[in-house]
């Protein structure tokens, strides 16, 4: 089998078990799609190429019409197991970053929704930095759910009425 066919194929099946772990990260973790830097996928698969060459190298005498699809398969699941690939994507993502964004957004939306807009940005960014899970944030920030914010994490809010 041709070095170049074996090399196209081993990171078509990279990429494909990428993508489905991929998917399952970003509902795990709630981070919205629009969130997701672009090319994160290949940028990532890139960096694991180092290894495409040792597994041609090894590989490539064994491997035929037949049976290479096998053999990428195989040594995929034995080397890209979710856990090494969720490690990958934790590296590759800003999620504190994005975390960081979707806070601000938040802020941005109380400080300008009556009858909220009242109350002191300092206020609400005080509720606002008490949300830890991502996706509670991504819940509040990009949902319609204000009210519920307010509600669970600032019921005082009224006192604070600057008016």
Known sequence: ????????????????????????????????????????????????????????IEKKAIATEENYND??????SENY??????MKLEEAFDVEGIAEVLKMGLISQLIRREP?????????????????DFKEITKYAEGDNLGEFVEIYAPEWKEQDED
Not at 71 to 76: Q, S, V, Y
Not at 116 to 132: D, E, G, I, N, Q
């Open 71 to 76: 053999i990428i398969i195989e040594f995929i």
């Open 116 to 132: 909220y807009s009242r109350v002191s940005r300092s206020f609400w960014k005080a509720k606002v930095r008490t949300l830890t």
């Open 81 to 86: 197991d979710s856990e090494y690939i969720l």
């Open 1 to 56: 089998m041709q070095q170049s066919q074996l090399e196209k194929a081993f990171k078509e099946k990279l990429s494909e078990h990428f993508s489905t772990q991929f998917e399952k990260f970003l509902e795990e973790k709630g981070i919205p799609k629009k969130y997701v830097p672009y090319n994160i996928i290949e940028k990532i698969i890139q960096k694991e190429y180092v290894f495409v060459d040792d597994f041609i």
